[in-house]
């Protein structure tokens, strides 16, 4: 099949198809005599592998990596159990960053409402969100 109907079957771009052949997730296609190119059916399926593997949060390179498993005739699976197990330790990081965070910006609410907008200093943009304890006048 050539590249649009490719395009059209799997959802995915002309352009995001000839890039995934450019950085090795696609298998460069065989070109009919006139030079078009001409993918097989499971293309569609490695596409579709792609997405998921994408939806998931793996990267392109790590894709690119599991697929050149898969294309060497190696089973993958430890090596993606690997890439989900710390993509989820970063996640749980995350969520942990995200939650201070939040503790944070709460903290700095309950501290607006109790400031008077008239004791901000006129060196400051804005005393709600300036460090503690830390002026913009040089004394």
């Known amino acids: 099949m050539r590249i649009g109907e490719l395009s059209a079957r799997a959802d995915v771009p002309i352009k ?3 890039y995934y052949e450019d950085i090795g997730v696609l298998p460069a296609p065989a070109r ?3 030079g078009y190119r001409d993918y097989t059916d499971g293309v569609t399926d490695r596409l579709a592998f792609v997405r998921a593997a994408q939806s998931v949060g793996l990267t ?3 894709i690119r ?3 050149a498993l898969r294309d060497r005739g190696e089973t993958p699976c430890e090596h993606v159990t690997n890439l989900l197990d710390r993509r989820a ?3 749980e990081q995350r969520i942990a960053d995200l939650q201070r965070l939040q503790g944070e910006l709460r903290r700095l609410a309950r501290r607006a409402r109790s400031l008077d907008p008239a004791d901000c200093e006129p060196d400051l943009v804005c005393h ?3 460090p503690a304890g830390r002026s913009a006048r040089k004394r």
Do not use: C, F, Y
């Open 89 to 91: 330790g970063e996640i």
């Open 65 to 67: 990596e599991i697929v």
């Open 32 to 34: 009919t005599p006139s």
């Open 16 to 18: 995001t198809i000839r």
């Open 128 to 130: 709600l969100i300036h």
């Open 60 to 62: 392109l390179g790590e």
